[in-house]
């Protein structure tokens, strides 16, 4: 069982650095469609890049759950608690190491998005394997988390705040352009 598990969570990092990566560009791979926009980075912002990261997760995980969730009863409550860590590791990465060197490299941008992807991985890993029987409630709030978190990602990409963690730090512009 704990191989199964590690080559689950060893295909999710790989299945999420590669879609992660391919929907750097598949905005405007697109024409810049609305649709595509949806779950693909619409701008250099830090959102977007954690919007790199948060679908390729969403979509392995909905279907880690419809092949091998009953075996591991905390696995909505585990993977909610790895994703939201894995996302924040990219902004407290990002503007760490850019408010100390007071710029941006764009090999360091890319190995935070991979840093956050092990990192999720490698919790979820940790999480699931202490095989804690999850109870009901903790599933529901995992799995109405990491819903919100897909309905707050694309909401923010056409109704974005205007605050830094939205704004493109080329264009000025937040969000899917203005």
Not at 18 to 45: I, K
């Amino acid at each position: 069982m704990r191989r199964q598990l590690f080559l689950w969570e060893l295909a999710g990092f790989l299945f999420t650095a590669v879609l992660g990566v391919l929907l750097h560009y598949t905005y405007d791979w697109s024409g810049q469609r609305a649709a595509v926009a949806a779950f693909s980075a619409v701008n250099e912002s830090t959102w977007e890049h954690m919007k790199l990261l948060f679908v390729p997760l969403f979509l392995f995980s909905v279907v880690q759950m419809c092949v091998s969730g009953r075996n591991y009863p905390d696995f909505l409550w585990s993977r909610v608690r790895a994703a939201l860590t894995g996302l924040l590791l990219i902004p407290v990465l990002f503007y760490t190491y850019t408010g100390v060197l007071g710029s941006c490299i764009t090999w360091v941008n890319i190995a935070i998005f991979f840093l956050a992807d092990a990192g999720t991985f490698l919790l979820d890993y940790r999480l699931l394997r202490r095989g804690r029987h999850g109870t009901l409630w903790r599933q529901v709030v995992g799995l109405a988390v990491l819903w919100a978190l897909a309905f707050a990602f694309v909401w923010c990409t056409f109704r974005p705040p205007h605050v830094a963690l939205w704004q493109d730090p080329v264009t000025g512009l937040y969000g899917r352009a203005e």
